[in-house]
């Protein structure tokens, strides 16, 4: 090593002991100055609408209802809102999702924040828009465990979704395929608001403490989050082995390569402190601990884990760093309004 | 001779003589450098890994399949694609790395 380098690293460590912002130039070939980083994480302008099915507030607000209406499911009783609650940052607060018959299903239910921007739904990535995506827990027989066609035939018999129906879709009939469009369409308004982190990233330097700014050099440097949680969603959308104890195939059961076994997509961690518990099989009851399962690299070590991930030796003083930056990426957002149910 | 004139006349012998031709692939911020390929019958693609994570590009195009298995940062392989048709080629890893082969002669 240089004699430069060695200084420059030197002095980063002075600071990092002393509690101070690592300095903005960075280490050459080494750790990201922090404002080489801050680059990467500002918001896009606009929610992206596909073609085949663009935004209109008359199917956001189908959609919206549809979306709330337990009587999409087989029983009438659970609604697409039960797993995926705005009061739990869109997702249920609970370890595994609950389904049909009140059974415990094998996964947490992940939140629906920011899916306009994620290509593969699911955990395992097996719907590949969220028009598929939305009709897949409704037919599921452990979940909504409802048939398609008596899911419209529900729907049809309902006289209020009507004029609703007719106002998003003025040339086509009430169909699964309309339901699936609205309910998409509403998923796609569902954005993290502007949380501290944003506030900091554009130029507010008060806007989040101390020890926040030195976790976000933890996550883009020693502790190497941001090799997946990256850009403005803190997800590069990919599917990775974090050696999770469990025989769950994930990635693996719909795209039969050795790399994806127990492989699951990267949750985006807007809003994190809102959905404990963590992972896709809720094992990780705080933040904290999901932090020490990273800092040991997994608890189960098999071909499949990601290289990724490895013993990162944090200290406590560090981990504490990174879970106050966490913090910041919680959006103080208006009170979702829940629409009252056609009859 | 320099390395620049030894890559050119290589390549002119390389031409002259039939041989087939190899197609440089880079990954970098979880990308392909390029997203659209045409090659002939019997030529290769280079993969190189640019970022700091690994990669595992491959295609379940049917019978056009190939896996590079997992690779890592700094490392390079090459593929052969002796048939022609469309392949499309994907990270399983960052699925939205997506690239289209088309080798036709």
Redesign the interface.
């Known amino acids: 090593m240089k004699l430069r380098d060695s200084l420059i690293l030197a002095a980063g460590s002075l600071l990092a002991v002393a509690g101070i912002a690592a300095p903005d130039s960075g280490v050459p070939g080494g750790t990201p100055s922090r404002a080489e980083s801050k680059k990467k994480y500002t918001r896009p302008a606009a929610v992206p609408f596909p073609a085949e099915n663009p935004f209109s507030k008359e199917k956001e607000l189908l959609g919206r209802t549809l979306f709330f209406d337990p009587r999409l499911s087989g029983s009438r009783s659970i609604a697409c809102s039960s797993c995926h609650n705005p009061a739990f940052s869109w997702g249920d607060g609970l370890p595994k999702a609950i389904g049909f018959g009140m059974k415990i299903l094998g996964r947490r239910s992940p939140t629906i924040l920011n899916s306009a921007w994620t ?2 739904l699911f955990w395992d ?1 097996r719907a590949e828009s969220l028009e598929q995506q939305a009709l897949g827990p409704i037919a599921a027989p452990g979940e909504m465990n409802q048939d398609l066609d008596s899911m419209v035939a529900t729907i049809k018999g309902i006289q209020e979704y009507g004029p609703l129906f007719a106002q998003a879709f003025p040339q086509e009939a009430v169909s699964s395929n309309t339901v699936a469009k609205a309910i998409a369409t509403f998923e796609r308004t569902i954005v993290s608001g502007q949380a501290p982190f944003d506030e900091w990233i554009a130029g507010h330097e008060d806007a989040i403490p101390e020890d926040a700014k030195v976790g976000f050099d933890l996550f883009n440097g020693k502790a190497e989050c941001s ?2 949680h ?1 850009d403005w969603m803190f997800t ?5 082995d974090i050696g999770l104890a469990g025989s769950d195939p994930g ?1 693996a059961k719909h ?1 039969h ?4 076994q127990n ?1 699951f997509k990267t949750p985006t961690l807007r809003n994190v402190d809102r959905r404990a518990p963590y992972m896709h099989d809720g094992s990780e009851a705080t933040l904290e601990q999901a932090v020490e399962l990273y800092d040991q690299g997994g608890k189960e070590r098999r071909p499949s884990l ?3 991930i490895k013993p990162l030796h944090l200290t406590a003083l560090e981990k504490k760093q990174l879970v106050a930056f966490l913090k910041t990426l919680t959006s103080q957002d208006t009170p979702v309004t829940i629409p009252v149910m056609p009859q | 001779m320099s390395t620049m004139l030894r890559i050119v006349v290589g390549s002119i012998l390389l031409a002259s003589a039939g041989v087939c031709g190899d197609v440089v692939v880079d990954q970098k911020d ?1 990308k392909f450098s390029k997203t659209e390929v045409t090659i002939k019958p019997g030529d290769t693609i280079t993969f190189t890994n640019s970022d ?3 990669h ?1 590009v ?1 295609s ?1 195009t049917p019978g056009l399949e190939f ?1 590079i ?2 690779q ?1 940062p700094n490392e390079r392989s090459t593929i052969a694609f002796p048939k022609e048709g469309v392949v499309e080629v994907r990270c ?5 790395m997506k690239m289209i082969v088309t080798v036709k002669k």
């Open positions: 290509e593969l990535g090799k997946c990256t590069d959308s990919g599917f990775h990635r795209l390569l050795a790399a994806m492989a990601a290289p990724e | 979880r700091e994570v690994a595992n491959f379940v896996e298995h997992r890592a399983s890893i960052h699925p939205r």
